[in-house]
């Protein structure tokens, strides 16, 4: 064969094996390109809204409010539901706490409260130290430090002792939280907690002690949660006294920058330091119906 | 003499197909939902993008979380209740720019190509149309790319209550450069 013939041949040959490879090669590389960019990027996050609010039910969650926000939060409980037609199941008895959280940074806030309940304000401060991670870098948990100080403001604060002084209106309560969001439909919480109480009213009470409270948040649907929470006050073991242990239900509605919370619970107060106080019995029907309405403000941009 | 010409004729036509394959230098995507009660924007500057300059391969990836709002509240939001980052965690693309001509014939100014591809975004794949815009200065190339995507076709779920406050089209925005040697 002339040699030209050849060349010309496999020129042909070539361009057309040459068209078939750069096909293939054209149908792959964008996905080879994409593949090349997924491998060499694993990188770690921390996992948010471990829980919808910076509350579980009454008693604080991990969340913090971030930096430049202020969260506006008016609770109110209601009666129990055993009193009766007569007092509307405890509609016609109904407590308030108002009060704000306010984020110094996006790990630090503040807040203060005022509850209408033995006309209490309340004051906290709230850290947290470690945050969940997902990713290369994971995490297993999210640790918040919280301590806080209610004053009971009534002119007597305590009728049957009528001589106390204004440091027995004082109540101290810390808690350590320790939360997991296990996944996106559950998250569990676990606080030991101590309160300091400046003054008892019987005996065999002790002024510091020890509790506990465990808490859990079920996704119901995007917007929406059941929460419930648990707080074991070991004086309630003690026969003297009546007091009972803190069971709260409670379901979440989320829209947009609001949370209202519907809750059912066997403790007239809202803070951590009034269910200690808690001597109601669910299977009694000592259940207080109550709502929050949490509202989130934008103070300052964040960068 | 004959056969060393044979012999690079057969396999000399194979190298201009070698791969040129570039990442970018930086590339931003932001996003925009303009609604009767409010407007939404977020950036991402963390996104990643690679091309391959011997054919117009296009791919980008990106990390959801990595976009940025204003309200940290809506950027949690955006991650956990609509993109659900944690089943998705992130948003890709791969395609082609078409009537691809070199990257030596790129012009200075700003030309318009078609691309195709598949974007992937909340777990759903799409075959998106669309359009980009490239030009190269110097060592720099710049691409970029505005177009829309509807909330419903990545099952991006947007509750009834919130229809005054996020749209139901959103205006994506996609900018990125490369250095080339």
Redesign the interface.
């Known amino acids: 064969m002339k040699?030209s013939k050849?060349?010309l041949i496999?020129?042909l040959f070539?361009?057309g094996v040459?068209q078939v490879?750069?096909q293939e090669?054209?149908d792959t590389?964008?996905?080879s390109?994409?593949d090349?960019?997924?491998e060499e990027?694993d990188?770690s996050?921390a996992v948010?809204?471990t829980f919808k609010a910076t509350r579980v039910v009454s008693l604080h969650s991990v969340e913090t409010v971030?930096?430049g926000?202020f969260l506006f939060l008016i609770g109110h409980r209601f009666g129990t539901l055993n009193s009766g037609l007569r007092d509307l199941f405890g509609l016609d008895n109904a407590t308030i706490r108002f009060g704000g959280d306010f984020g110094i940074t996006?790990r630090l806030n503040v807040g203060v409260g005022r509850s209408s309940f033995e006309k209490t304000y309340d004051g906290f401060i709230k850290y947290k130290l470690l945050e969940q991670k997902?990713g290369t870098d994971s995490f297993p948990f999210t640790l918040t430090a919280f301590t806080s100080a209610n004053v009971n403001t009534l002119e007597v604060p305590f009728p049957d002792f009528p001589n106390t002084g204004n440091e027995h209106r004082w109540d101290y309560v810390s808690q350590l939280m320790l939360a997991t969001k296990v996944?996106?439909h559950v998250s569990l919480q676990l606080a030991p907690m101590y309160f300091h109480r400046n003054f008892v009213e019987q005996e065999f009470e002790e002024n510091s002690f020890i509790a506990g409270n465990i808490g859990t948040s079920i996704k119901i649907s995007?917007?929406t949660r059941l929460n419930a929470e648990y707080f074991v006050n070991p004086e309630s073991f003690e026969d003297q006294n009546n007091l009972t242990n803190s069971f709260n239900v409670g379901f979440d509605i989320?829209?947009?920058?609001h949370v209202f919370q519907l809750h059912l619970t066997n403790s007239k107060g809202m803070t951590e330091k009034f269910l200690s106080q808690t001597s109601g019995d669910w299977f009694n029907g000592d259940i207080f119906f109550g709502f929050n309405v949490a509202r989130?403000f934008?103070l300052g941009?964040?960068n | 003499m004959?056969y060393i010409?044979?012999f690079f004729?057969?396999f000399g036509?194979?190298s201009?197909?070698e791969?040129q394959?570039i990442?970018s230098s930086a590339t931003t995507i932001t996003f925009f939902s303009k609604a009767a009660l409010e407007d939404i924007e977020a950036v991402n500057k963390k996104a990643?993008?690679?091309?391959?300059l011997s054919?117009g391969?296009?791919?980008?990836?990106l990390?959801i979380?990595d976009f940025e709002f204003?309200?940290?509240?809506m950027q949690?939001?955006f991650?956990?209740?609509?993109m659900?980052?944690?089943?998705y965690?992130?948003s890709?693309?791969?395609?082609?720019i078409q009537n691809w001509n070199g990257v030596e014939n790129l012009s200075s100014t700003s030309t318009s190509f078609p691309i195709k591809?598949k974007m992937t975004i909340h777990g759903v794949e799409q075959q998106i149309n669309e359009t980009i815009t490239l030009k190269k200065v110097g060592k720099t190339i710049t691409m970029s790319s505005t177009f829309n995507v509807e909330l419903v076709d990545y099952d991006i779920?947007r509750?009834k209550?919130?229809f005054q406050?996020i749209a139901e089209t959103i205006e994506i925005n996609v900018n990125s450069s490369y250095e080339i040697e």
């Open positions: 040699l050849l060349f496999l020129f070539n361009s040459a490879f750069c090669k054209s590389t964008s996905q390109l994409l090349g960019l997924l990027d990188r996050f948010t809204e971030d930096q926000e996006d997902t996944n996106d995007p917007s989320e829209t947009g920058g989130n934008n941009k964040h | 004959k010409i044979l004729l057969v036509s194979f201009s197909n791969e394959t990442q990643k993008a690679a091309i391959d054919n391969q296009l791919a980008y990836s990390y979380s204003d309200k940290k509240l949690k939001h991650q956990n209740k609509y659900e980052v944690e089943k965690p992130k890709t693309f791969s395609g082609t591809g779920k509750p209550v919130m406050n």
